[in-house]
């Protein structure tokens, strides 16, 4: 247990479904991201949240939603997904400033939600 | 924009063999390096980090890199591997615009 949660770990859905992943730290940090894991693939970067603030969005499609109600819990909001989509889903927090300097320190990650869209 | 590179996709080892893991990103200035290892069917941890200093980093279970600013290079290294230490290994480097960019990855396969 690293002190991120990630629910659910495995997750399959129909095109047309609506589903959401959800993150929980509970490591007082200051800053939640969404990254997708894909194999033999770099980590792609999501979205990022500095105290319950979007600061990145690396323009993801609209069909993938994030929301953070405050800094503990990090959720993705999935709706109208691809098959392309199928991958692996890590949460991660960290303790950072604000703005510019979210991400300068070290990650903390959850164990993923694998994610099969048929 | 940055980039980087791990060399091979795939590493296969006996046990006791000697790792050396290659990582190098493509802008130079001030990076700060990492290395994070993935065991199977477990999150993703940091390994090592560097930040300044002594250029020769040591991390957790006897794994230490090496940062070569002339040659963008930060390799990681063990001397003698275990079964235990397969997993993926992944780079990621830090620039001036604080922007975390990952390596793809390299797995680790320890024959016993």
Request: with cysteine.
């Amino acid at each position: 247990e690293t002190g991120v949660t990630q629910t659910p770990r495995h997750l399959v859905m129909g095109m047309t479904n609506k589903k959401s992943l959800k993150c929980e730290q509970h490591l007082g940090h200051n800053a939640m991201y969404w990254y997708k894991q894909s194999a033999k693939k770099p980590l792609e970067l999501m979205f990022v949240y500095s105290l319950e603030e979007r600061v990145e969005n690396n323009s993801v499609p609209s069909r993938f939603s994030p929301e953070c109600p405050n800094s503990s819990h990090l959720f993705l909001h999935l709706h109208t997904l691809q098959p392309e989509d199928s991958a692996l889903y890590l949460c991660a927090s960290s303790q950072d400033g604000q703005g510019v300097f979210v991400g300068a320190n070290v990650l903390t990650f959850g164990a993923g939600s694998r994610l099969t869209v048929l | 924009a940055q980039s980087v590179s791990q060399h091979n996709h795939h590493v296969i080892l006996s046990e006791a063999a000697s790792l050396e893991l290659g990582c190098n990103y493509s802008y130079g200035g001030t990076v700060n390096l990492f290395w994070y290892v993935q065991y199977p069917g477990q999150h993703l941890q940091l390994l090592l980090k560097y930040f300044s200093g002594d250029p020769l980093v040591k991390g957790i279970k006897g794994f230490e890199a090496e940062f070569i600013k002339s040659k963008f290079s930060f390799n990681l290294r063990k001397p003698s591997v275990q079964w235990s230490d397969t997993a993926e290994y992944f780079c990621a480097v830090k620039d001036s615009n604080y922007q975390l960019i990952w390596g793809a990855g390299t797995k680790l396969i320890i024959k016993p």
